[in-house]
């Protein structure tokens, strides 16, 4: 049953992904080879990781099957951290070396504060 639920979390979220990279090539663009969807997709998985687990720490209710679809699942299939580390590997190899570590910096500060952000949103 765990299989499942991961299956299940990880199909929904590889569907959210998608969508999300539609979204951005049509409404969006790029911001030259910077990597938009990429970006918006790891920072709102980290947001709703922080949620999920900020809920999950404060809620009584049985945890671990929601938490394998949800955190495990759906964030796991949702959110594209190969990607990000291709798309920083090619940005170098190509000289992009700008691009590359804007990316990279604000990826990793910007994730990691919308995890807390999310986490301390359903603390409060």
């Not at 949620?51 to 394998?68: A, D, R, V």
């Not at 190899?93 to 570590?101: D, I, R, T």
């Amino acid at each position: 049953m765990n299989y499942l639920l991961v299956g299940l979390g990880g199909f929904l979220g590889a569907i959210a992904r998608y969508g999300m990279s539609c979204f951005c090539a049509a409404h969006i663009g790029g911001f030259g080879k910077w990597p938009i969807a990429t970006f918006s997709v790891n920072l709102i998985g980290s947001f709703l990781i922080g949620l999920i687990i900020g809920f999950f720490n404060n809620s009584t209710m049985p945890q671990h099957s929601c938490y394998l679809l949800c955190a495990v699942g759906f964030c796991g299939g949702f959110t594209t951290f190969s990607s990000f580390s291709m798309e920083v590997f090619m940005l170098l190899k190509e000289g992009n070396y700008g691009y590359a570590v804007s990316y990279l910096v604000l990826s990793f500060l910007c994730c990691i504060i919308a995890a807390g952000l999310g986490f301390k949103w359903i603390e409060s």
